[in-house]
């Protein structure tokens, strides 16, 4: 299957800094990326859509300003956590859908987020 | 509100047993259907995708759709331990002019006991 890369892997970070997060499509093009988070034992929640050259679409809830997302090109998306808190502490999956017909989606390892 | 439905678990079988996942989704026109397979602590992995009615096989794994009903199930013939982890159910559903986004069901946690 594809391989989507995700980096950092595990990040500790003071509360009020801002944390980057990338993630790479690294053997296709990926026309649409998604960001994801997870609390422990919890099921995935969509965060937002990221289309190449274009603004994110957020779900509901999700702070647009908190969550910047970055999809400069089709093989390199990045979601900002600004001024983190404690409470933004989780599990941060990327995952990107390839151009072709069936438009499978693959997922990177995921990002650790700790903030103190 | 798309909605897709799974059995949280857990679902425990023994070591050689089949495991029988099932999944319901709420929207008739959904072609897409994903099987993710996520170990605790990591990202969803990908393992069955099905499109078409009738059985899927791959390897020990068969995904079964059916549309009418709109039913969708993985079945794990020959059950190892390593099977053991949440299997996610994903529906990929039109979220807006030609736009389409998964949407996941909670996730089933499977046991496999040796």
């Known amino acids: 299957g594809a391989v989507v890369s995700q980096h950092p892997s595990r990040v500790i970070c003071k509360s009020g800094t801002s944390v980057k997060i990338e993630c790479r499509s690294l053997?296709?093009?990926?026309?649409?990326m998604f960001w994801y988070r997870q609390f422990p034992k919890k099921s995935l929640m969509l965060m937002a859509t990221?289309?190449?050259?274009?603004?994110?679409?957020?779900e509901q809830g999700v702070e647009k300003d908190k969550f910047l997302i970055n999809h400069a090109s089709l093989t390199l998306s990045t979601l900002t956590v600004t001024s983190a808190h404690p409470e933004d502490s989780s599990f941060y999956i990327c995952?990107?859908?390839?151009?072709?017909?069936?438009?499978?989606?693959?997922f990177g390892p995921g990002t650790r987020l700790l903030v103190l | 509100q798309k909605e897709v439905e799974q059995n949280s678990g857990p679902l425990s079988v023994p070591e050689g047993a089949i495991a029988s996942l099932n999944c319901t989704y709420s929207?008739?026109?959904?072609?897409?259907f994903f099987w993710y397979r996520q170990y605790s602590g990591k990202s969803p992995e990908l393992i069955m995708s099905i499109y078409s009615n009738g059985d899927k096989e791959d390897g020990r794994f068969t995904a079964q759709l059916n549309k009418a009903s709109q039913y969708v199930s993985l079945l794990i013939r020959d059950s190892q331990p390593s099977d053991s982890a949440t299997y996610l159910c994903?529906?990929?559903?039109?979220?807006?002019?030609?736009?389409?986004?998964?949407?996941f069901g909670k996730g089933t946690l499977l046991t496999v006991n040796p």
């Open positions: 994903a529906v990929k559903f039109r979220s807006g002019g030609s736009n389409y986004k998964l949407t």
């Open positions: 990221s289309n190449e050259g274009s603004k994110a679409t957020y």
């Open positions: 995952s990107a859908r390839d151009g072709t017909f069936k438009e499978t989606q693959y």
């Open positions: 053997d296709f093009q990926a026309t649409t």
């Open positions: 929207d008739r026109v959904s072609q897409s």
